[in-house]
């Protein structure tokens, strides 16, 4: 099994940053991609950002490129979302997941392993 824990989120203000990270812990050979999904009050949880755990290369929803980059410590197993140009649009619930294999582009609900989430509040 696979365990993630998020950390990072907060309140800020529009135009600030924030950079969220995932512990990950447990079989992480098994993990073939890494992705953070959010949701906010009232909606469908949403792909954001995806990294190939192994190789690296991203993925990221046209709403945040640009503003967003996943990227990942392969030695300290660790996940980051770096959060520039922040709008209050980004507020919600930000999870960390894992998919044993391949869904490009990522689905949510074929990824397997899931954190508790985070919250992000962008003020105006």
């Known amino acids: 099994q696979v365990q993630l824990v998020e950390s990072g989120g907060g309140l800020v203000q529009a135009g600030g940053s924030l950079r969220l990270s995932c512990a990950v812990s447990g079989r992480t050979f098994s993990i073939y991609e890494m992705g953070w999904f959010r949701q906010g009050a009232g909606k469908e949880r949403e792909f954001v950002a995806a990294?190939?755990?192994?190789?690296?290369?991203?993925y990221y929803a046209d709403s945040v490129k640009g503003r967003f980059t996943i990227s990942r410590d392969y030695a300290k197993n660790t996940v980051y979302l770096q959060m520039n140009s922040l709008k209050p649009g980004d507020t919600a619930v930000y999870y960390c997941?894992?998919?044993?294999?391949?869904?490009?582009?990522?689905?949510?609900?074929?990824?397997?392993?899931w954190g508790q989430g985070t919250q992000v509040t962008v003020s105006s």
């Open positions: 997941a894992a998919d044993r294999s391949s869904s490009w582009p990522p689905r949510a609900d074929l990824y397997d392993y």
């Open positions: 990294i190939l755990w192994s190789g690296g290369s991203t």
